[in-house]
């Protein structure tokens, strides 16, 4: 067993991709599908377009899930009634091996990843035949089907995404061991940069990278997302990925740092905002507790049989109550909630499913449609909690330029606002945002992320240190 291609030192995802076969396979059944044959292709190697320079590779997230392979360009075949599964890989060339060392070979790939065959790509029609394959079920946004040749007459995509979709949704022990590393790796990057982080210091690109080298180091060789590195009013930007101002001369500025890596393709996502001085001060202050307090409420909320949107309402309605005891809105509680003023300042949804993506599929099953409503309709997902999902918690208030300008332009929405609060706010304060990651229990959350340090003292704490 030779090939330079593969760390023979890294753990193998082989079990977990067989559980995670019979997952998809048992959803399948239970539509109905007891024959023929799934197929995926996997993620082929790019390059930079029009030039020879490949693009770091990463497999295809659904093709992970059900083979673990992270070599390129491979096929994979299921046959429904036997569960064998059989990975197809490239023909390599001679002189692959002095570029790129050893190919994988055959026994490499089936002895790595557990699976029953391994063939060359060249042979996938000589297999579907031997399978007698009555039907081909593939994924919906599946397009490349050269490889399967007359077989492409027997496709069927009707069931295979959901069955996927809904096993991916519920994360099994062994996934969420993998998010939970993913988890520690990031968070452990966030406290550095809490340490290292000084008025007027280093730019927000020296902070990203450095967030990237503490996962990069620790075994979290791709970021999950592009980093958002967020100085004073930069913040305001809900995805800001510039990263390029100079970390704010006043200490009392915050920093918004929302940046996770992945971990054997499973993301993280984490947001903490901290002032760059190190205490909480006057108007910053005031909003990061608003926004703790949004997030305290749901992590205290969630628990099996909870709407998703229901914790986003919760979240909407603890923010009008500590926007309102602020100064910064006036009037009713139920009234202010009733005209959506509260989604000027939170105008993005509570939080999204997270797995193999860090927007993990499934966010809304098929016929369940996006809400309209302010906020709301920004949701990613309407689902019913369920022991083992995913989810991010983050909520933020923000002082966005272009929708203040409008509210502030708008007698029916200046009735509700003191206006010079918000004004004086807006001029300093950009947004917090705070974001952990948890697993929803038979009784409430595993938080993955909750150690990271968020509450005001924990974090005083840190970068006192
Ligand atoms: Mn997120």
Redesign the pocket.
Known sequence: MTTASVNPSRRSYAPLARENRQKVLKHLEQAGITSGVLYLTGMKTEERKWTDCEVPFRQESNFFYLTGVTEPDCHLVIDVASQDAHVFIPKFSEDHALWMGPPPTETFIKERYGVQHCDVVDNIVKTLESLKASKVHILEQEKDLAAIGAFKDKIDSSALSTAVTEARMIKSKGEIELMRRAAKISGDAHIALMKAAKPGKDTERQLQALFEYECFRNDGRYQAYTPIVASGRNGSVLHYIDNTDPIAQDKRDLLLVDAGCEYECYAA?ITRTFPIGGKFEGDWKTTYEIVLSMQNAVLAAIKPGVEWEDMHKLANRVAAEGLLKAGLIKGDLDTLIANHIPALFFPHGL??SIGLD?HDVGGYPKGVPRLTDPGLKYLRMRRTLKPGMAV?V?PGIYFVDAILDKALADSNVTQYLDVEVVKRFRKTVGGVRI?DDVVVTETGVDNLTGWVPKEVADIEKVMSA
Do not use: C
């Open positions: 996502d939080g999204h860090v991010t983050e974001e």
